[in-house]
């Protein structure tokens, strides 16, 4: 098996969509290469100790185009590594390029073409952080296809990306889980999603046993392990008693409806400037030659 820096890149496009690259050149593979080393290696670290990767079967939920997972190409000869995304391009690119990895074009909503049972440790990075009604749905089917007692690693935003996303200083009391742009595309980031580690022990620990978090990419990563229960996505998103749950709700619906009126402003803005220009242009044709 071949060390990642010997394999083939993605095309600038794809290797963009994942990871903002500081230029289409040498220096920005380099920044590539270096982030999917550095994601490897937060993966490890929140590993149990001992935790061997031989033998075991991984799934990249939302690979894009092999960022992190073609960091773990020497381990697919005694491991299998598959990787799976809605991105269509780059699961071609990774099946033409990063073999024996398996990579897997998935649909938008579960479930995926995999047994029950089928992983050991499934990792998320910067996946969960954008969805949205059918988040719930699959945290349940990774759950599904994990082995007993298998490990998901998935990323949320929280405390350090309240300024960036939401604008505002972070209060865990008013977040549960708050989504932001819900409708933004893909191609530009896509819905942004900001969860309260309250909220993730409350409603991701009624199925799994939360066993470690840490901060990495900015983000924070929890390490979970597959608790031995059987829960639908509306189980998993059922309120609590916590009476942060509804202030966490009734602050969501106030950061929407303050998006709701920028994008109306932003909008009236755009259609007084046209009627501005459209008036100039009246006058323009109404002036009297000299
Ligand atoms: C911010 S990118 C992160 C990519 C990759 N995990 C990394 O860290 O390089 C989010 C990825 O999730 C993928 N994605 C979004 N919704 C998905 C879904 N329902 N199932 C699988 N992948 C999805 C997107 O296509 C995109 O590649």
Known sequence: ???????PYPPFELANRV?????????GYVHYEMAGRQTRDELLDL???????????????GCGAGRTLRQFHEEASSARVVGCDIDRESI????????PIEAVCSEVDP???????????????????HLTGNSAAWLMELHRLLKPGGLLMASYMGELNSEEVAGEPWDENRIGMNVLRHSQGWDVGGPMVLMSDW????HWGRAFEIRKRHFAGGQTWALLEKKDVRLSADE?????????????????VAQLQ???DDLKSHQQGGSLARAGSALKRRASRLRRPD
């Open 1 to 7: 098996m071949t060390a990642s820096s010997d394999l």
């Open 19 to 27: 990871i903002e690259l500081p230029s289409n050149d040498f220096a």
């Open 47 to 61: 590993l149990p100790d001992g935790y061997t990767l031989e033998g075991r079967s991984l799934l990249d939920f």
């Open 92 to 99: 071609d690119w990774m099946q033409a390029n990063l073999a």
């Open 111 to 129: 479930p995926l073409p995999f047994e029950s049972g089928s992983f050991d440790f499934i990792w998320a990075i910067s996946v969960f952080t």
């Open 199 to 202: 909220w993730v022990d409350e």
């Open 236 to 252: 998993l998103m059922a309120a609590g008693d916590d009476p942060r749950e509804i202030a966490a709700l009734r602050h969501n």
């Open 258 to 260: 303050a998006e709701i």
